[in-house]
């Protein structure tokens, strides 16, 4: 991989040296009298550096997710092989395809060393795999010999492959660049979904489109043809069943038709099964072009070779089926005449539809627990077939490429580093895989990640998913319909379930309230109120909202002083004792939402009243949390009498009186890593600080020292694997001052010792809008290098056991939902500021803001803004690339405060009055009358003083 991670400086390797031998951490009894090394040089960290070409080992771990938000996706890996077709209508079964090379481990992770293992485990790297579908070229000189190569490094029957690929990837794209010295064209394809910021529909198409260029670098003309073949898979179901071959794939009754219209061509693969069954519906594989040659009956793969291998043309009937037993191939074919210097590019769009899905568990809707659970797709709404979807695209090609590439570039238009930014686009990954469902009745259910056969623990867990930032500000309209989700199932005492129930989560166990799923959906409910276009949908669910954070105050903090108690349930699967900054502040940034979200809607009291709670919350918990470093935990009176609310409602069996259980799982002085969760949550709702920001950054230098390892080679202690030893990371907790005798005899904190990316996202943030970027920076770099494209094996079954590829992070699953945190990382970095039904857009920048340039999205479009700063003056811009932009207020930053001698407002050149407004280095300038930004304008700010 170009641009290797690994390539510390001289004095990068030597501070590791110095931290690998001076701190080291246990279960429980962490110890550290020295800061967290800095394993990479200012380059490293903070250039712009380019795009990642991945290549060579960097290809192994690789699976690239192609499909639309809740509609499945066919996933191709580092050889070009679409290996995992997650598609059908359940979740995919996990397949050992004949005669198919898998990727073995021979060594298994104890503790942070590698064991060798005896027997080799195969891992599941193909899942529900649909075999004879692969593209092909066959390149020649007029009346010479003609070289036909699979566009795989593997190879297909008598298709021989190509020598070598790398890939360049920046999601939702990815290209492919085919490398054989016989080959004498060039051949690449650029594999692709559709996505839109705030186009949900558009970016949820059922499909997978593939760029196919040719270029000529020769002197002479050459016969280039592009072949792509498929198997009618209708009818598979994704479980109980190998497809092997054409022998097997689901009930018989497979039909194959080409069809020419519309200037495209177009294999439909139908089946005569019933429209009631479960495995009904179809494929499309479509081209732009009806100047073609196809074979719509294909089974011996050296009569398909021998075909398309004489001239590039393929000889075939134009019908098949239906079949009487297995199923059956087709295939098109293009072929074009390259000029020297000449390049031309073949499409093909691969789609899917299959209207009878069943997610979750068997299907079936229960009224009284409503339903995590779910029949059809909600696709299904919009299209009525496979070949209507391919017809879609096909019409509305040009237009969907555009917008998508729109939000690509204009992302990678930020002039942060690119492996930065890698970490923020990969992360979308998890809402285009099987880790969510879109159900026909509109239901969206989100697993927390994919496990290896089913999804990895169901119910959209609030817990889990309050720390997803991506789907909600890419998607408004989705954060909305989760929202009222999260509100619909509430107990009689505003207790929401962390988990929605169904028939198949135990309702007896998922009518838990979580504390910060809990105050997780609350803080959601404020962004997504900014993340709209007015006040409307607020008042809809105000109610829903207010409940549920009176519940918090009554359960945990019924003297009103702004710091919890009791026992809490967390994401950490374990109940915290008393007070804590974790969940405190959390509760401090609800309050503080609420506030304004009751003046919004006009409930002045209830505001006033949760003002009064936050500002006693925020004296209470500095002066009671903080220990002078970093923020610990506080429990006053016997932790094993604390007031218990799940075992007085029945939630928790008495029968748990071990001293182990009652009172929690705590930390007591331990450092976590989530202490500072609420600021995080405050930092991208523009809440402001919730404890003393000296003491805020105090802290987060402190979880840095402390938690962070540039690898866990030398940290003591058992630990999860879910990732390699050699690679570094955050763990959850450490206790740099020794073990704390509270502790003794009792568990501790729950997964203490594990490293998850989506709370190192979350604290990496926090950090960088803290103002420590290089701290910041460092973590994420650090969670960049885990992913960097080469298999790690050996690791955690709940992580299939490896883990390294580029385009999802690994937890309890793959593509897990927490790693969803890293748009924060934008966010901190830029400092935004957004009120949509308000009409304020600002920024506040901690990345370069002498020169800023970055991406952000709005209630209706996106765009990107610009910032230079002077030494008396300031220019900004903001330019948007899709949609509008309501303004009314303009909110920018200097670096200290200032009086202002100027300050203009333009749009598209045109001069706009508006009212100067200015508070420390806050300067906020507000127009006469609102204004849409277009693309078609931009808006222009200049400050002078």
């Known amino acids: 991989m170009t641009n290797n991670a690994y390539t510390w400086s001289v004095a990068g390797i030597w501070r590791w040296v110095v931290h690998a031998t001076l701190v ?27 795009m990642v070409d991945y290549s060579g080992e960097h290809l192994e771990a690789i699976s690239f997710p192609v499909g639309g938000v809740g509609s499945g996706a066919v996933h191709i890996d580092g050889r070009g092989v679409r290996h995992s077709w997650m598609i059908f209508s359940r979740y995919w079964g996990g397949c050992v395809p004949p005669d198919k090379p898998l990727v073995r481990s021979n060594y298994f992770v104890r503790a942070n060393e590698r064991v060798p293992r005896d027997e080799p485990k195969v891992l599941p790297w193909y899942m529900s795999y649909v075999p004879d579908s692969y593209f092909a070229v066959r390149v020649a000189r007029p009346g010479g010999k003609a070289m036909v190569r699979v566009l795989q490094t593997v190879a297909e029957g008598p298709f021989a492959p190509v020598g070598d690929l790398t890939i360049r990837a920046a999601y939702p794209l990815a290209w492919y660049t085919f490398h054989d010295d016989d080959l004498a064209a060039k051949v690449s394809m650029r594999v692709w979904n559709p996505l839109i910021p705030d186009d949900l529909k558009d970016s949820s198409i059922p499909c997978a489109i593939y760029n196919i260029t040719l270029e000529n670098p020769t002197d002479a003309p050459l016969e280039v043809a592009v072949l792509a073949t498929q198997q009618n898979a209708v009818g598979f179901t994704g479980v109980g069943r190998t497809i092997n071959g054409v022998n097997s794939g689901g009930p018989s009754g497979q039909i194959n038709r080409v069809v020419r219209d519309h ?41 398909l070779y021998a075909d398309f291998a004489d001239d590039g043309r393929l000889d075939g009937v134009e019908t098949a089926g239906p079949t009487s037993k297995g199923t059956v191939n087709g295939a098109i074919a293009r072929s074009v005449t390259l000029e020297p210097g000449a390049k031309r590019t073949v499409t093909f769009v691969l789609s899917w539809y299959f209207p009878n899905a069943r997610h979750a568990g068997d299907g079936k809707t229960n009224e009284h627990l409503g339903v995590w659970e779910g029949v059809g797709n909600q696709y299904a709404n919009w299209w009525s077939s496979a070949r209507a979807v391919a017809d879609d695209v096909l019409a509305r090609y040009s237009q969907l490429e555009s917008r998508t590439l729109a939000y690509q570039r204009a992302l990678y238009e930020s002039n942060l580093p690119y492996w930065f930014l890698q970490r923020i686009s990969s992360q979308v990954t998890p809402i285009r895989t099987r880790t969510v469902w879109w159900a026909g009745n509109g239901y969206f259910g989100g697993w927390e990640g994919m496990d290896a056969g089913a999804g990895s623990c169901p119910g959209n867990c609030s817990h889990v998913w309050q720390y997803a930032q991506t789907y909600a500000r890419l998607f408004p309209e989705l954060g909305r319909i989760m929202r009222q989700q999260d509100y619909a199932h509430p107990r009689p005492d505003g207790g929401l379930p962390f988990r929605q129930p169904s028939a198949s989560c135990d309702p007896a166990g998922m009518t838990i309230p979580a504390t910060d799923g809990q105050l997780g959906v609350i803080l959601g409910t404020y962004r997504e109120y900014l993340m709209s276009g007015d006040d409307a949908w607020l008042k809809k669910v105000w109610p829903s909202t207010r409940s549920a954070m009176q519940f918090v105050i009554d359960v945990w903090d019924a003297d009103g002083d702004g710091a919890l108690s009791g026992i809490q349930h967390t994401t950490l699967d374990c109940k915290v004792g008393g007070s804590t900054s974790w969940l405190g502040s959390m509760y401090l940034a609800a309050l503080r939402a609420c506030e304004r979200m009751a003046t919004t809607v006009g409930d002045d009291a209830t505001a006033a009243r949760y003002g009064a709670i936050q500002r006693s919350g925020s004296r209470v918990q500095q002066q009671t949390l903080f220990n002078g470093e970093y923020f610990a935990q506080h429990i006053e009176g016997d932790p094993d009498q604390l007031r218990d609310y799940y075992t007085d409602n029945g939630l928790r069996p008495q029968k748990r009186t071990n001293p182990a259980y009652i009172g929690g799982q705590n930390y007591y002085d331990g450092c976590l890593t989530d202490q500072l969760l609420g600021q995080w949550w405050a930092d991208q709702l523009d809440l402001g600080s919730l404890y003393d920001p000296d003491t805020v950054r105090t802290a987060l230098r402190a979880v840095y020292r402390y938690n962070y390892f540039p690898n866990f080679r030398e940290f003591e202690g058992a630990r999860v694997p879910w990732i390699d030893p050699g690679d570094g990371g955050m763990v959850i907790l450490t206790m740099p001052h020794g073990p704390d005798p509270r502790l003794k005899g009792k568990k501790i904190l729950g997964y203490n010792n594990c490293t998850l990316s989506g709370l190192e996202y979350a604290a990496a943030a926090a950090m960088i809008r803290a103002g420590l970027l290089r701290e910041g920076f460092t973590v994420v770099k650090t969670v960049s290098d885990r992913y960097d494209g080469r298999l790690r094996t050996g690791l955690h079954k709940s992580a299939w056991g490896y883990s390294g590829n580029p385009f999802g992070d690994d937890e309890s699953g793959k593509w897990y939902a927490r790693a969803q945190s890293s748009w924060s990382l934008l966010l901190a970095a830029q400092g935004y500021i957004y009120d949509g039904p308000a009409g304020v857009i600002g920024f506040d920048p901690v990345w370069k803001p002498d020169d800023h340039r970055s991406f952000f999205t709005v209630a209706s479009g996106f765009g990107v803004y610009a910032q230079q700063r002077g030494d008396r003056s300031l220019r900004a811009t903001i330019d948007m690339r899709d949609g509008t932009l309501r303004v009314k207020r303009v909110v920018l930053h200097t670096a200290e405060a200032v009086r202002l001698s100027d300050a203009t407002v333009t749009l598209a050149g045109r001069p706009l009055a508006c009212e100067r407004v200015t508070s420390g280095r806050r300067v906020e300038l507000v127009l006469e009358r609102p204004i849409d930004v277009t693309v078609a304008d931009r808006l222009d700010v200049h400050l002078a003083w």
Request: glycine share 8%.
């Open 24 to 50: 080291a951490c246990v279960t429980g009894a962490a110890t550290g009298a020295e800061p967290a090394a800095y394993p990479y040089s200012d380059a490293e960290l903070f250039d712009r550096g380019q």
């Open 263 to 303: 200037g495209a061509t177009t294999l439909h693969m139908t089946s005569s099964i019933d429209k009631t069954n479960e495995g009904y519906g179809d494929l499309a594989l479509a081209t732009d072009s009806s100047d073609t040659t196809s074979n719509a009956a294909w089974y011996e793969p050296q009569r």
